[in-house]
């Protein structure tokens, strides 16, 4: 079974960064895109960017696009994001998700960010 484990969170101060990775089991990562997401504290789970299996970032949501930036790397199963200028509302646990296939989430990273 496919299992995702993220990592890199922490807290960080408002306009800050951080790097979060992905770390997919399993031998059917490159051949597919891949998504982070995010749930804050009492809102549903939402969409921040996913990227093409070849490694071109397909879709960012509005209140990321500039300070995101996804990437991969297919050779050691991992995708990344990037996250600059971060903001109060960027708090939320990110999670990693296959998002034309989903598998059972992992735990999930959190990111908290304070002003």
């Known amino acids: 079974q496919v299992q995702l484990v993220e990592s890199g969170g922490g807290l960080v101060q408002a306009g800050g960064s951080l790097r979060l990775s992905c770390a997919a089991s399993?031998?059917?990562?490159?051949?597919?895109?891949m998504g982070w997401y995010r749930q804050a504290p009492g809102k549903q789970r939402e969409a921040v960017a996913r990227i093409s299996s070849d490694g071109a970032p397909t879709y960012y949501a509005d209140s990321v696009k500039g300070r995101f930036i996804i990437s991969r790397n297919n050779a050691k199963n991992t995708v990344y994001l990037q996250m600059n200028s971060l903001k109060d509302e960027d708090t939320a646990v990110y999670f990693c998700?296959?998002?034309?296939?989903?598998?059972?989430w992992g735990q999930g990273t959190q990111v908290t960010v304070s002003s």
């Open positions: 998700n296959y998002p034309f296939n989903l598998r059972p």
């Open positions: 399993g031998s059917t990562f490159s051949f597919n895109s």
